[in-house]
């Protein structure tokens, strides 16, 4: 391969002159060209931040770091715009149902499929509300089951918990199940799920939720980046465009921050299953619901 000296010699120009040259026109054919790329993938993935944008930008073989997207993201007007989401309660921990202890907090994981995480939201509809209820793996936080529909009853949450159990078969002992202390979670139908599994049960604190905050966290992107926006006709319709984003976007496509900004698919096709020893069941519950 010639070096510089030696094309400027078989070109007949200087050195100097090539130089004040590329000063001229490579560095701003280099930023045009990186706006450019910028401006793809902010419009593709209208709520990614400048990290996400930066990181997406050097998985594509761009050498930019997050400080300079952010400037010309800046200048180009292209900082998203994020909104705080309205939330109305889906948790009733008013029940007569067994509470159990947070098994989750202080947690060291190491794989997945040691600790799922479970929560329920709302989604507007057109003239009607309904519930989307997850389970997602704490470690790699792909979404591993899901269920929705316009009521609030233990079995929706039981049909994702289903749904996660078909997709991971975890084995006997390995797993810690940790959700809110609703009724849906806490009602026997539900443990009795979770006993027949041999998945541990854990449940977070009075009024805290950083307890759950993965599965919130989930919530909140799905709402911002998915849910807000769109007018889905009915239960039907928001399944079809919510499904395809969990599966599709979020599981395969999005870059977590908390992932070293990867994709969790991609995250767990690099991190196998690994065992966890856990404590013995603190508590047995063998009711069933009504």
């Given amino acids: 391969m010639l070096g510089i000296e030696e094309l400027c ?14 000063q001229a026109s ?24 400048y990290r996400r944008i930066a990181a997406q930008l050097w998985r594509d073989g761009w050498c930019a770091n997050h400080k300079r997207v952010l ?60 519930y989307l209820a997850i389970v997602l793996d704490a470690h790699s936080r792909r979404v591993i089951g899901w269920a929705l529909d316009t009521h609030l009853q233990a079995s929706l949450a039981t049909a994702a918990l289903k749904m996660a159990i078909a997709l991971r078969k975890p084995p006997p002992g390995s797993l810690i199940h940790h959700s809110d202390r609703g009724v849906q979670y806490a009602c026997g139908d539900y443990t009795a799920l979770l006993r027949a599994h041999d998945i541990q049960a854990s449940m977070s604190r009075v009024g805290n939720p950083y307890d759950n905050a993965k599965a919130e966290s989930f919530m909140k992107t799905l709402k911002q980046e998915e849910v807000d926006g769109r007018a889905y006709r009915n239960v039907a319709d928001a399944r079809s465009h919510i499904g395809s984003f969990i599966d599709e976007v979020y599981n395969r496509q999005r870059l ?8 969790p698919q991609e995250y767990e096709d690099l991190n196998p299953r690994q065992p966890l020893a856990i404590p013995p069941a603190l508590s047995s519950i063998n009711q069933s619901c009504p």
């Fill in 9 to 22: 010699r078989l070109a007949g120009v200087s050195r100097a002159g090539y130089y004040r040259q590329w």
């Fill in 26 to 49: 490579a560095p701003r054919q280099e930023q045009t060209a990186l706006r450019d790329a910028i401006q793809k993938v902010a419009l593709a993935h209208r709520y990614y931040g």
């Fill in 71 to 130: 400037r010309l993201m800046r200048q180009d007007n292209l900082l998203c715009l994020r909104k705080r989401a309205f939330v109305p309660a889906t948790t009733d921990s008013r029940h007569g149902w067994s509470v159990v202890p947070n098994l989750a907090r202080g947690l060291t994981l190491t794989g997945i499929d040691q600790l799922w995480v479970a929560d329920i939201t709302y989604v507007h509809l057109q003239e009607a509300f309904a």
């Fill in 256 to 263: 977590h921050s908390a992932l070293d900004y990867r994709p």
